[in-house]
């Protein structure tokens, strides 16, 4: 399980966490892609998935699963779930806290992502519910953190290296998006 964040927003932690998981998918891996983002979800557009989600019973389970948008990605598959595909582009989700993450659990533990070589998650910007309540439910997740060449965007990049360090997480690596 790895985690692409930053603390500052439009670093580019979508298009990292998406081209990392279409190269990964190219090699003939599945790779789940979970657009944490709640507010600013992107990975939808990036990888032009329009599909709504849909849950439905599966074998093992009581209740019905979310099943994940697919997408074939030179010898693998991507399987991607996104609160894009559960309301319009432009619809503002109002979520604060506690509701942020409980989407995030949902959608790490009622979806029905079946066997998975990687999980990629695209993090939102900060240092706060989301990402706390992820470290918690994975302690095992590696960081890596999306910064730009800028300096202040630099010096906020140490910030979610300060978090992951506070929370356990190990920093496996930092890209300098240009």
């Known amino acids: 399980v790895y985690a692409v ?8 932690k979508s298009s990292v966490t998406v081209n990392l998981a279409a190269a990964l998918a190219d090699a003939g891996h599945t790779v789940g892609v ?13 990888l032009g998935i329009s599909d709504r989600l849909e849950a439905r019973q599966v074998d093992g389970s009581d209740k019905p699963k979310i099943v994940p948008n697919e997408r074939t990605a030179g010898n693998g598959v991507l399987k991607v779930v996104s609160t894009g595909f559960l309301v ?26 079946g066997d998975l070589d990687y999980l990629l998650i695209d ?10 309540g992820l470290a918690r439910m994975l302690p095992s997740t590696s ?25 356990f997480l190990e920093v496996i690596g930092v890209i300098a998006n240009m």
Request: proline fraction near 5%.
């Open 88 to 113: 319009a582009e432009d619809t503002a989700l109002m979520w604060r806290g506690l509701m942020l993450t409980k989407a995030v659990e949902q959608f790490l533990r009622d979806v029905q992502w």
């Open 5 to 12: 964040a930053s603390v500052k927003g439009r670093v580019g």
């Open 123 to 132: 993090m939102p910007p900060g240092t706060g519910d989301v990402q706390m």
């Open 34 to 46: 979970l657009d944490a983002d709640i507010w600013g979800f992107s990975v939808p557009r990036l």
């Open 143 to 167: 960081l890596i953190v999306v910064t730009t060449p800028a300096l202040a965007a630099q010096k906020v990049a140490q910030r979610a290296a300060d978090m992951a360090r506070r929370s």
